[in-house]
């Protein structure tokens, strides 16, 4: 399971820092399925350091408030 500092369709996920961003890069590559669990609120806006694309994760855990364009990819 990994937390986003922001994302968007164009964006993808992204993190406040490089070093952030590369743990959570290195974490979805030991893994078998990657999980990413945001609040809707971090689904529009967009962070500095690129994480990877939204369509990396194997699901998305969030609240009833988030975007359906996010939510339907």
Not at 4 to 15: Q, S, Y
Not at 29 to 51: H, I, N, P, Y
Request: charged share 25%; proline share 4%.
């Amino acid at each position: 399971m990994i937390s986003l500092c922001g994302a968007l369709p164009g964006d993808g996920i992204t993190a406040h820092d490089t070093p952030d961003a590369a743990i959570k890069r290195a974490m979805m590559g030991a893994s078998r399925r990657s999980v990413l669990v945001a609040e809707a609120s971090k689904l529009s806006g967009s962070a500095t350091a690129a994480v990877c694309e939204i369509s990396d994760f194997d699901a998305l855990v969030t609240d009833k408030s988030a975007p359906d364009d996010l939510i339907d990819r």
